[in-house]
């Protein structure tokens, strides 16, 4: 992401982090980690239904989480070349759009697909999240938004697997896709009145796309980006390992 030292002081007040904003936003970062886990009850029901082996339907929470690695690795350089809100719409959208998507899939591959593409959209809510919090917050104002996203990312996938099975004895695993794509469509709605853009023009980066290999580089120099995505590998590691 972009620097933040350049950053005007009314956006890093503080004053701008209200409750409204990191609700929609950590809903949206916790979208992600919860659609990876909230059908996994389903997928032996999955299987059957489509005539399938297990380990094939089983590609479908591969796909989810291919999905969310892809769209990580685009949604923060578009973000810091457009600005936050758009990506964050985009994200939403696509995943109420592909999770409904999901729910309608005749076959195993659409269903597959859509999970990828439904995983694209979850992306955006921690990578480009984040942004929004430390563009407009400092001190103990960004400290607490990173704690409150982090709770919310780590809390979905606790959630996930029971929600999956009540929503599945509800309404069959097709309820699971439906439910995901009510609560992406409600987030998008949120985001729309709650989030303001928070990266002005003068501070975007120019180049889009083609700056991210100079941004690799970058991090890859960088001893603070190494302590923290070891430190991040290390939990991710501890949780699903």
Known sequence: MVSETSAPAVLRSGRGLSAGLLLAVGTLAMLGPLS???????????????????DRAQL????VTIGMAVGQLFSGPISDAVGRRHPLLAGSAAMALFASACALAPQLWL????????GCGAATGSTVG???????????????????????????????????????ALWGWRGIFVG??????????ALIVAVPESLPAERRVRGGLRAVPRSVATAARSRAFWCGAVTVWAAFTASFG
């Open 36 to 54: 990876t886990d909230v059908f996994l009850p389903a997928l032996p029901t999955i299987a059957r239904e489509f005539g399938e082996p297990a």
């Open 60 to 63: 479908a929470l591969s796909a």
């Open 111 to 118: 269903l597959i697909l859509g999970c990828f593409l439904m």
């Open 130 to 168: 984040r942004a929004v919090i430390s563009d407009i917050a400092v001190g103990r104002e960004l400290t607490r938004g990173f704690a409150l996203l982090g709770t919310l990312m780590a809390v979905g996938p606790v959630v996930a697997p029971v929600a999956g099975v009540l929503l599945m």
């Open 180 to 189: 995901v794509a009510i609560v992406a469509a409600l987030t998008f709605i």
